[in-house]
């Protein structure tokens, strides 16, 4: 499988690490059901998911959506910075 990173084109999969869902961040600082939800319940989709990957050799954060049943990738973007 081969990723597209916005700075470098596309590259080799071993060049990246998953790091998780890229999920919107509950509101507020407080712990409660959302916070839980967040960090412990994940659906596992066959189709389009949105994942974080960390892009070793350009240290790029990076959003992807691609369909887990075809690895067909949708977009690659630059991960948002925390908070936006
Ligand atoms: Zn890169």
Same mark, same amino acid.
């Given at each position: 499988?081969?990723?597209?990173? %916005? +700075?470098?084109?596309?590259?080799?999969?071993?060049?990246? @690490?998953?790091?998780?869902?890229?999920?919107?961040? %509950?509101?507020?600082?407080?712990?409660? !059901?959302?916070?839980?939800? /967040?960090?412990?319940? #994940? #659906?596992? %989709?066959?189709?389009? =998911?949105?994942?974080?990957? /960390?892009?070793? !050799?350009?240290?790029?954060?990076?959003?992807? @959506?691609?369909? @887990?049943? =075809? +690895?067909?990738?949708?977009?690659?973007?630059?991960? #948002?910075?925390?908070?936006?």
């Amino acid at each position: 499988m081969r990723l597209p990173c %916005p +700075h470098c084109g596309e590259r080799d999969l071993r060049e990246f @690490t998953y790091k998780g869902a890229d999920l919107p961040l %509950p509101e507020g600082p407080d712990w409660g !059901p959302d916070w839980e939800a /967040y960090l412990h319940l #994940r #659906r596992n %989709p066959a189709g389009e =998911t949105r994942d974080l990957w /960390y892009h070793g !050799p350009c240290g790029s954060w990076l959003s992807v @959506t691609r369909n @887990t049943a =075809t +690895h067909a990738v949708a977009e690659s973007r630059p991960a #948002r910075e925390p908070g936006s």
